[in-house]
């Protein structure tokens, strides 16, 4: 062993001054804390973020083709070309519009799909929300709600509900008749996110031509599922080969951009927070060893007595701000991975989950790169550079000061 | 006996007090020290003898003058040089016996050797020393479980344990009673003899100072033969 690591050693395990002294438990403690907290907050938000994002490219479709003026007028023509394209798994023309619903005497806002039923279900997979009813099934003269929806309008299986249409008529008297239909509850939705739930209705996309006086053959928008979710720009460029100019596409990154967004930053501003815990320890740990550069004083000047150079008294109490901060960063390295997989394994309810927020289980996702070894990298240079400071000026001390002094 | 190995040119050394005020404490020292020789330093309380002992063996920088060893000027060298000449040349043995409490006794007297070179031969010589110091049996004791007496023949090993060419002592027996400075003085003595280590003894005892090669009294800042 080289005498700088032994002399160390032999510093970091006293009684006295060592580890086990006050102020370097505290510096302990405090990285201990934020590469903990670090760890298990962004595990859990990556999990979050995974879990929305499974969500959203498991139920709704990948790419959504619609038209920049009006609708898309003979889907048929572009469906079959499109499902012949490599890596296309499902297209189906999906029709939505904001409408009113009427259900006795309560009124609210919605938002209607008009679906193929045919092949509605290959590009999403709200077939597994169903409570009641199935899309395959949906007759002409019926409707699927939502679960919330449901509820707001007191409306069961087998009700009647009004739809209103904001396509309306002016009668030659001058007033407004909006063009309605009225159309059986066929059975009920629950995706768990409240806003769907609240606001979605699906009917046959001839109901919704009906209501919006549209061509047969006519649809807002085309949806296509992909079987690889990270490559769906590719797709696009090899789709819009075979659309006209007028029709333009986005995915499901694109619809989605300011949720992932604000989620990646929320995951900044939440790592840069909890890192201000470490560099608070790192301070602790500068405290820590000026005080120990303050005890040693004695022993630094015998040293340099006995010949230790400049650079090997700073060697020394570097060492000693590394045991600090390598003992901090793995203890909180291990509690933060045994609480993932804690939190991974006992799945944790979250108070009043479910219903409030679309899960019930507290989602974790641990991630070695970048995550982990950025924690663990990080708390590690601070230490490395908090403790330099002091381990500087302790390899400059004057050796006769010190030994004179005593 | 003859070889020149250490030697002070026109020294000056003076420490600055408050403003503008300066204490000469050594005035245009010369002096030579040849291999082998055991140099004894006698003078009374503050007339700088510790201050010469530190220049002398790098320890403190003078004001004027050389310090020249092997031909050299000391204070040409970088701390890496001069660092290394303090641990494979010179050796400190202090008033107080300066042990590192953390370090058991052969510990101690080994830092030395592992600060030089890392290599399992360190341990077999300072096993050697503590034998021929006479603590053997104390081997694993720490600083705080050993007497003042005990403390100084370690920390004398300590200083031989690199087999050094100059021996700097400052008073090692200061703190002592009389018969237990005169064992440890007896015994220092003997070791250094034995080795052929050239040493520069500061001591306020006129006995042992009658019992060096050569002795100078430092006096008003000047040294002076006796
Ligand atoms: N850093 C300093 N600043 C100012 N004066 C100092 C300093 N160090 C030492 N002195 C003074 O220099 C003089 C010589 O000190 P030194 O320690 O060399 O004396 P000494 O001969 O070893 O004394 P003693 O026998 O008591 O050990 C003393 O008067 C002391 O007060
Ligand atoms: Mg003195």
């Known amino acids: 062993m080289k005498y700088q690591r032994f002399l160390a050693n032999k510093f970091f395990k006293s009684k006295k001054h060592g580890f086990l002294s006050f102020v370097s438990i505290i510096s302990i403690v405090g990285i201990i804390v934020g590469v903990f907290a670090l760890i298990v907050v962004l595990s859990v938000m990556n999990g979050f973020s995974s879990d929305l994002q499974e969500k959203i490219i498991g139920t709704r479709a990948h790419i959504y083709i619609s038209s920049m003026f009006g609708g898309i007028n003979n889907y048929e023509k572009y469906i079959p070309e499109i499902q012949s394209i490599k890596g296309v798994l499902g297209v189906s023309p999906v029709s939505s519009s904001e409408i009113m619903i009427k259900a006795g005497d309560s009124v609210t806002g919605g938002i209607l799909f008009g679906i193929d039923k045919a092949s509605f279900e290959e590009v999403t997979s709200i077939e597994k929300y169903m409570l009641t009813g199935g899309i395959k099934e949906i007759e002409q003269d019926e409707v699927i709600i939502g679960s919330e929806l449901s509820l707001a309008l007191s409306s069961s299986i087998g009700n009647d509900i009004t739809i209103i249409s904001p396509n309306v008529k002016i009668l030659p008297n001058g007033s407004l008749l909006p063009k309605t239909i009225k159309l059986k509850v066929g059975g009920i939705i629950k ?6 739930d609240k606001s979605f209705l699906y009917t046959t996309l001839e109901n919704f031509n009906y209501l919006f006086d549209a061509k047969k053959s006519s649809t807002t928008s085309i949806y296509v599922k992909v079987k690889n979710v990270y490559k769906t ?29 604000a989620l990646h930053t929320e995951k900044f501003v939440m790592g840069l927070i909890l890192f201000v815990i470490i560099l608070v320890a790192g301070i602790n740990i500068i405290v820590t060893i000026v005080m120990l550069v303050q005890e040693k004083k004695k022993e630094i000047g015998i040293l340099r007595s006995l010949g230790v150079t400049q650079k090997g008294i700073r060697k020394i109490f570097l060492l000693q701000g590394i045991y600090i901060g390598g003992l901090g960063t793995a203890i909180g390295a291990i509690l933060g991975v045994l609480t993932c997989v804690a939190i991974k394994v006992f799945h944790i309810q979250i108070p009043g989950g479910g219903s409030v927020y679309y899960i019930s289980v507290l989602p974790v996702q641990f991630e070695l790169f970048p995550d982990f070894v950025l924690i663990v990298a990080g708390a590690m240079i601070i230490t490395i550079i908090f403790s330099l400071i002091p381990a500087n000026w302790a390899g400059k001390l004057d050796p006769i000061r010190a030994i004179r002094y005593e | 006996m003859n070889e020149k190995i250490i030697e002070l040119r026109n020294l000056h050394k003076s420490y600055e007090i408050g403003k503008n005020k300066q204490l000469e404490v050594l005035k245009n020292i ?42 050299e000027d000391l204070y040409q060298y970088n701390d890496e040089v001069l660092s290394n000449i303090r641990n494979s040349n010179f050796g400190f043995v202090f008033q107080f016996h300066y042990l590192i409490n953390e370090l058991t006794a052969l510990e101690n007297i080994v830092l030395p050797a592992m600060i030089l070179k890392n290599s399992p031969k360190n341990y077999e010589k300072g096993r050697t020393l503590l034998k021929e110091v006479g603590l053997y049996d ?89």
Do not use: C
Request: net charge negative; proline share 3%.
């Open chain 1, 233 to 261: 720009k590719e797709l696009m460029k090899k789709i819009q080969k075979k659309l006209p100019d007028n029709l333009f596409m986005r995915d499901w990154i694109d619809m989605n951009h300011n949720l992932f967004t």
């Open chain 2, 138 to 226: 104390r081997i694993d004791h720490y600083p705080n479980e050993l007497s003042g007496g005990e403390l100084q023949r370690i920390a004398i090993a300590r200083a031989l344990v690199n087999a050094p060419n100059i021996v700097f002592a400052d008073e090692p027996t200061g703190e002592l009673d009389n018969e237990n400075s005169e064992k440890v003085f007896e015994m220092f003595l003997d070791i250094v003899k034995k080795h052929g280590t050239t040493v520069i003894f500061v001591t306020h005892n006129k006995e042992f100072a009658e019992k060096m090669d050569i002795t100078y009294r430092l006096h008003y800042g000047k040294l002076e033969g006796i």
């Open chain 1, 191 to 196: 995706t768990g996110m409240y806003e769907y």
């Open chain 2, 30 to 71: 010369t002096l030579e020290v040849k291999q082998g020789e055991v140099v004894g330093i006698v003078g009374v309380s503050g007339s700088g003898k510790s201050t010469l002992l530190h220049i002398m063996g790098s320890l403190d920088h003078p004001t004027a003058g050389q310090v020249i060893y092997k031909n």
